[in-house]
């Protein structure tokens, strides 16, 4: 029989490991009044699950809920754009002309459209945070031959996207 993880005193949490915690979704999200609504969406799931999680490597496990976090709220915004949004993503695609910027988000959208969500965090902490294929593996708790099997599937399915189904440049 497993032995039950210990509670964890979100309020302890939150005052030391909140400052990480908004820093990362600065980073994700790029603004700051969105940056601060997902850092108290994070501390709300901590609260919801604490009865199932662990009270071990607090910092990796804010980390990772703080990037999943991120994530929906940018997939959330791409749902409703009517809803304004400062992601790195976003703000690349605004600073180029119109047609492009469309391009760009349909790309986007397909590309990750039909893989697992957590091809997705993968992606972002090796090519957007720049770790190393161990430390996104730890992070994300796969084997470093998944992460690598993962990116590797998502680079080589890049050009039928950017070129389209037929072949040319969409």
């Known amino acids: 029989m497993g032995t039950r993880p210990l509670r964890i005193d979100t309020e302890t949490y939150y005052r ?16 700051e009044e969105r940056a601060r609504d997902a850092m108290h969406d994070v501390f709300v799931k901590l609260l919801r699950y604490q009865d199932r999680l662990a009270d071990s490597a607090p910092s990796s496990l804010l980390y990772r809920i703080a ?8 997939r959330a915004s791409r749902r409703h754009p009517e809803v304004p949004s400062e ?15 469309a391009s760009t988000r349909g790309l ?40 690598r099997k993962r990116l590797r599937r998502l680079r080589d399915r890049v050009p039928e996207h950017v070129l389209g189904a037929g ?3 969409p």
Not at 89 to 94: F, L
Not at 134 to 141: F, K, M, S, Y
């Open 16 to 31: 030391r490991y909140g400052p990480m915690v908004l820093r990362r979704c600065r980073h994700l999200l790029r603004d």
């Open 67 to 74: 990037t999943n976090v991120c994530l929906n709220h940018l």
């Open 87 to 101: 992601s790195m993503v976003e703000h690349i695609a605004h600073t180029a002309d119109p047609e492009t910027a």
């Open 108 to 147: 986007l959208a397909r590309l990750f459209g039909s893989e697992q969500e957590s091809t997705a965090v993968i992606a972002v902490l090796h090519h957007h945070d720049g770790m190393t294929l161990d430390e996104v593996a730890r992070e994300v708790g796969m084997s470093v031959s998944g992460v």
């Open 167 to 169: 072949g040319t440049e």
